[in-house]
């Protein structure tokens, strides 16, 4: 029995170290995921996939690839859930906040380091068409091979292949004109725009 397959039957049986084993191991690149797709949706959105996963932990049956799929599945499910509820819910806006948050445009030592970090990649992933961003997160941040993420997207994985692709080269041109100066004009914004696949 491989070390994976103890753990999660020790989880099952009650183990909490052993919960917390598989939760250590996926957590990091969920939350990724989910702040990246959803923005101040995603504390929320993994909540709710943990406490859906405690739930019906005893009716998983699988390997650790399964289980990283499983647990992405119900993420997904869970910020798709959010953003429909969100998008219900009125949010008040202060302005005067909203335009002291914004950064200066002279900092370019600060744009700089910014653009290296790992906030600013998944700022810049953000900007994609949402099946690109999802796609380029599932593949590349979560590690998921094509057909996984295509189980966790609901979508055929030659789709995932495509909106990878795409996803990568848009990425790239985005640098490219950064590098150049050309850039993009218009903000960042905090979720991933909606596109339908």
Do not use: C
């Not at 990724?32 to 049956?61: E, M």
């Not at 700089?112 to 906030?119: A, Y």
């Not at 966790?152 to 590098?179: C, F, I, Y």
């Amino acid at each position: 029995m491989s070390e994976f397959n103890d753990r999660l039957a020790a989880a099952k049986a009650g183990d909490e170290h052993a919960f917390v084993e598989l939760f250590r191991a996926v957590q990091p690149a969920l939350l990724r995921y989910l702040g990246t797709l959803g923005g101040a949706l995603a504390d929320d959105a993994a909540a709710d996939t943990w406490l859906t996963v405690v739930r019906d932990l005893n009716r998983f049956d699988g390997d650790e690839a399964g289980w990283r799929a499983w647990v992405f599945t119900i993420g997904h499910s869970r910020l798709r859930d959010a953003q429909r509820k969100a998008a219900r819910t009125p949010i008040p806006v202060d302005a005067g906040e909203q335009f002291a948050a914004l950064p200066g445009t002279d900092d370019v030592a600060g744009q700089v380091v910014e653009l290296v970090t790992t906030e600013a990649a998944l700022a810049l992933i953000g900007t994609l068409p949402r099946t690109q961003a999802e796609a380029v997160l599932l593949r590349h941040v979560a590690g998921l091979d094509v057909r996984t993420a295509a189980q966790v997207l609901g979508r055929r994985p030659g789709a995932v292949r495509v909106a990878t692709h795409r996803g990568l080269a848009r990425l790239a041109e985005l640098v490219e004109g950064d590098r150049r100066g050309v850039g993009v004009t218009e903000s960042t914004p905090s979720t991933v725009k909606e596109v339908s696949w």
